[in-house]
């Protein structure tokens, strides 16, 4: 079991369709990111969110919006993907502070059809 | 981003220690070293991470080069569970906020 809670951990999801990626962490921690990770390939930072301000954004396509509603959530919001967009999306969280380990869940595996 | 460069692929026994090799010759004075493991249908989970000089804990220890250019990360007794995919990284702070990049990581298979 981790300390990070994603839900669902499995979607399906047409192209059309609007969904959402939920993460949730009670730690304290004030730093938290998603990172998209495909088949037998290492993750991909995507967005870094440090005292619910959005710092970083990996170039991400604008189908994907994040949100950080408060410092125990964050949310992946998913709009008109495609087929290629189908992977393993992962959240972390840590401290914030220089070095401080990131912990992970143990993401929602996305099927685009 | 600094980058890393580990072995795609190591093998070793069970009960047996285990060494995993890292370069990172780029690396800057205020970079971390932090080492990951991916077990299968799981996300990753941290291992062990350090600056300058050599850590241990109750997963592992890691050795760092007085140049800093490399690093091993060392499990003493090896079990089948440590079979796992293990990614050495560098964390620099950016904006506030701390960038963690995944390189290709070392899969590392634990024979019985």
């Known amino acids: 079991d981790t300390e990070v809670t994603q839900t669902p951990k499995h979607l399906v999801m047409g192209m059309t369709n609007k969904k959402s990626l939920k993460c949730e962490q009670h730690?304290?921690?004030?730093?938290m990111y998603w990172y998209k990770q495909k088949a037998k390939k290492p993750p991909e930072l995507m967005f870094v969110?440090?005292?619910?301000?959005?710092?970083i954004n990996e170039s991400v396509p604008s189908r994907f919006s994040p949100e950080c509603p408060n410092s125990s959530l964050l949310n992946l919001h998913l709009h008109a993907l495609q087929p290629e967009d189908s992977a393993l999306y992962l959240c972390?969280?840590?401290?914030?502070?220089?070095?401080?380990?990131?912990?992970f869940g143990n993401g929602t595996r996305l099927t685009v059809t | 981003d600094a980058k890393t460069t580990q072995p795609n692929s190591m093998e070793s026994n069970e009960e047996e220690p285990v060494h995993l090799p890292c370069n990172h010759s780029t690396i800057s004075g205020t970079d971390y070293i932090h080492w990951y493991r991916q077990l299968p249908s799981q996300g990753p989970e941290y291992v062990i991470h350090g600056l300058t000089s050599n850590v241990n804990n109750r997963m592992a220890s890691l050795a760092i080069a007085e140049d800093r250019k490399s690093s091993t990360l060392i499990l003493h007794r090896a079990t089948l569970r440590d079979a796992a995919v293990y990614y050495c990284i560098l964390r620099n702070l950016i904006q506030g906020a701390q960038k963690l990049v995944f390189g290709q990581g070392t899969r590392l298979t634990i024979n019985p």
């Open positions: 730690m304290g921690h004030r730093a």
């Open positions: 972390a969280s840590s401290t914030g502070l220089a070095g401080s380990p990131l912990h």
């Open positions: 969110y440090s005292y619910e301000k959005l710092s």
